[in-house]
């Protein structure tokens, strides 16, 4: 039941980070590949369930049975951005940067698993590959990509360059560790997310920018409905060591910009700026909109950038909808209806009075 409730909500959810970033998701793999429900993608780990649980390798073939959950990754110059030269075509090549390196496995299959790099300096904490736990893991595109963790108690990207990072996976140490799907990790003391981010996408740009979808109150949260609002929150990366001003952020669902569209306008300062949810309207998705799926689009766009190319950054996120818990208002005719009929099922089993 554990496995059928995660899966039901992935369904009723999936998102796409497609900026200056990897997008990785969670799929049940058991019948379908990566590839086949999310193209262009990797399957970078083998988890046996979604938290707390034990690690197998993605191309595991020995006698155990294969783990049916999967982190399926894909970089994003090969999804809704055009990737004429393939630079975004993920593979397991460890490029040589040890930052390419996701994890190690104590052994293929049944497996605990460990994040071997040293943030510090980039190093192996242990010595060389293979010196702790045998089965080093990486992935890499010609962009090349970077990895690191960190506490899943911040529950934000890392700061600096990777900011822009993907979630990939949690761990519950830094070593002997029990993996987690990135949303169900613990944000307790010792717990630990790797990010990963695509390099190649924000060399030289100004602006990098990501989504996160929220709740009325704030909380994240990857349901929406017919009828409902969408609530969000922006990450906008300003890569310069100066402040840039007047940078205007449109979000709209593709197609609908007429009806479905806001924008919000703000000064950035260098780094990292996070603007809340509570400062941006939320977009409604009416009633009666003939849709059951919709492409949200958002582009931070710096107008006084002299350099064409580099002065916006686009994000999507890919909305299934879902339907909601029926509920029965206080007023609803149908309460009522319940109402007379349990008021006559009291009646009829009630005992009569003969005449006399």
């Known amino acids: 039941m554990k496995k059928q409730a995660f899966f039901l909500f992935l369904a009723i959810y999936l998102s796409i980070n497609a900026s200056a970033e990897l997008d990785c998701r969670i799929f049940d793999i058991f019948t ?19 938290s707390n649980t034990h690690a197998q ?40 940067q040890p930052e390419s390196t996701y994890t190690a496995l104590s052994d293929e299959s049944n497996a605990h698993a460990e994040f071997p790099i ?28 970077r990895c690191e963790a960190q506490a899943a108690e911040i529950n934000e990207p890392p700061p600096g360059f990777n900011s822009m990072s993907e979630c ?30 695509d390099e190649y996408s924000t060399k030289g740009d100004i602006l990098g920018l990501k989504i996160q979808p929220l709740d009325a109150e704030g909380n994240e949260n990857k349901e929406f409905y017919t009828g409902g609002n969408i609530y969000l929150k922006f990450n ?64 931070a766009i710096y107008p006084d950038d002299p350099v064409q190319g580099n002065n916006l950054d686009n994000e999507y996120i890919t909305i299934i909808l879902g339907t909601k818990e029926i509920t029965i208002p206080e007023t609803s005719p149908l309460l009522a209806v319940l109402i007379a009929f349990g008021v006559l099922f009291i009646i009829g089993g009630m005992p009569r009075k003969s005449l006399n």
């Open 118 to 145: 040293d943030p510090i300096d980039n190093t192996f904490k242990w010595g060389e590959p293979g010196e702790n736990y045998d089965n080093t893991m990486c992935m890499n595109a010609t962009s090349e990509i």
């Open 32 to 50: 379908s590949s990566c590839d086949d429900q999310f193209p262009n993608s990797l399957l970078v780990l083998r988890m046996h369930d979604a």
């Open 236 to 299: 906008i990366n300003n890569f310069t060591n100066s402040p840039v001003t007047g940078v205007q952020v449109d979000y709209y669902v593709k197609g609908l910009e007429s009806t479905i569209k806001n924008s919000i306008v703000r000064d950035l300062n260098p780094g990292l700026n996070i603007i809340e949810s509570n400062e941006i309207p939320p977009l409604l998705i009416p009633v009666d909109t003939p849709r059951n799926s919709y492409l949200l689009e958002a582009k």
């Open 57 to 96: 390798l993605p191309d595991y073939s020995g006698n155990d049975p294969k783990y049916d959950i999967g982190v399926c990754c894909r970089a994003t110059k090969a999804t809704l951005i055009e990737d004429t030269d393939n630079l975004g075509v993920l593979d397991y090549a460890c490029s040589g």
């Open 168 to 197: 990939v996976f949690g761990l519950s140490s830094e070593t002997n560790a029990h993996v987690y799907e990135c949303r169900q990790t613990p944000q307790d003391q010792g717990f630990l997310k790797v990010y990963c981010t």
